[in-house]
């Protein structure tokens, strides 16, 4: 189980990066897959495709995600900033959930009782210097043009504002989240290990 602390302390800015920091999380579809992208962003419990892994939002299934790409949830509609906590089960998941679930459930619970005004900004990229001579020379061979010496690239930004206040006694709750994400390309050729 992941708390909410341990969500803020992290600092994702996608639940993708969230998840794939698990140990039983296989990067599937999203931000990093280069070749073959849908544009979604789906859980992989122990490597059995994602269309194994069970996802649910309050204990109720999500939809497919897209419906050129696989049909696993995409989980981009998952605002990082209302989750409350992160449940993952990987043993004996099919014998509750049925086979949808045979590599295991994932289940975001999301705060239900937030009050107040959240304003969430969030930046990183990735720095790599690109000082591989034997792939340097592999590249050059082939006649591909050299990816640039030292560089800080593929970033990321993410911008959010949650509103929310309780209503009739604590007997209601109203949210509201906006969120900005934008997050720049990174192609193979930036690296000399893909060059």
């Known amino acids: 189980v992941l708390g909410a602390q341990e969500i803020q302390f992290q600092g994702s800015v996608q639940v993708e990066d969230l998840i794939n920091s698990l140990p039983q999380v296989f990067a599937n579809q999203g931000g990093n897959l280069a070749n073959g992208a849908s544009g979604t962003s789906t859980i992989d419990l122990r490597g059995l495709g994602p269309n194994r892994t069970l996802v649910l939002l309050n204990g109720r299934r999500m939809p497919a995600g897209s419906p050129s790409g696989p049909v ?31 590599s295991g459930v994932v289940n975001f619970v999301m705060k239900d009782d937030f009050e107040g005004v959240q304003i969430d900004a969030n930046y990183n990229g990735y720095w790599h210097n690109n000082s591989n001579n034997q792939m340097q020379k592999l590249v050059a061979a082939r006649g591909f043009a050299q990816a640039p010496g030292e560089v800080w690239d593929g970033t990321a930004y993410d911008l959010s504002m949650t509103m929310g206040s309780n209503f009739a006694d604590g007997k209601g709750n109203a949210t509201v989240f906006v969120g900005y994400t934008n997050t720049s390309a990174l192609l193979q050729s930036e690296r000399d290990y893909s060059a």
């Open 72 to 102: 696993a949830p995409d989980i981009n509609a998952i605002p990082t900033s209302l989750i409350e906590r992160v449940e993952v089960l990987t043993g004996g998941a099919s014998a509750v959930y049925g086979s949808d679930a045979v």
